[in-house]
């Protein structure tokens, strides 16, 4: 059976990631590494890792259009469950291909 996999490219979602020497250059001074920025970096990673590890054996990958929209932006829901309406049905000429072989 063909596999369909879609590069992942992983997704910065951390605020203020700019490097020290850019900070310092605005600011005058150098910003302290935060310690949540670094938890939410090391979820952000972990995440990744594992969803690559896991569409690694999958046929077809349904990926919404949902990169703008944060893990904890629960208003944003219809907007998350429309979006992947829209992307099941782009991807339903390709699922209907592999099960009829």
């Known amino acids: 059976m063909p596999t369909s996999l879609c590069r992942i490219q992983p997704v910065d979602r951390v605020k203020n990631t700019q490097p020290a020497a850019d900070i310092q250059k605005h600011t005058g001074k150098i910003k302290e590494p ?6 939410i970096q090391f979820v952000n990673i972990t995440s990744y890792q594992a969803l690559k590890y896991g569409i690694a054996g999958a046929d077809v990958v349904i990926k919404p259009g949902v990169a703008d929209i944060s893990f904890s932006d629960f208003k944003s829901a219809r907007v998350c469950i429309f979006q992947g309406e829209l992307a099941a049905q782009a991807s339903m000429p390709e699922i209907k291909q592999l099960l009829s072989d």
Not at 34 to 39: G, P
Request: cysteine-free.
């Open 34 to 39: 935060n310690i949540l920025n670094i938890m």
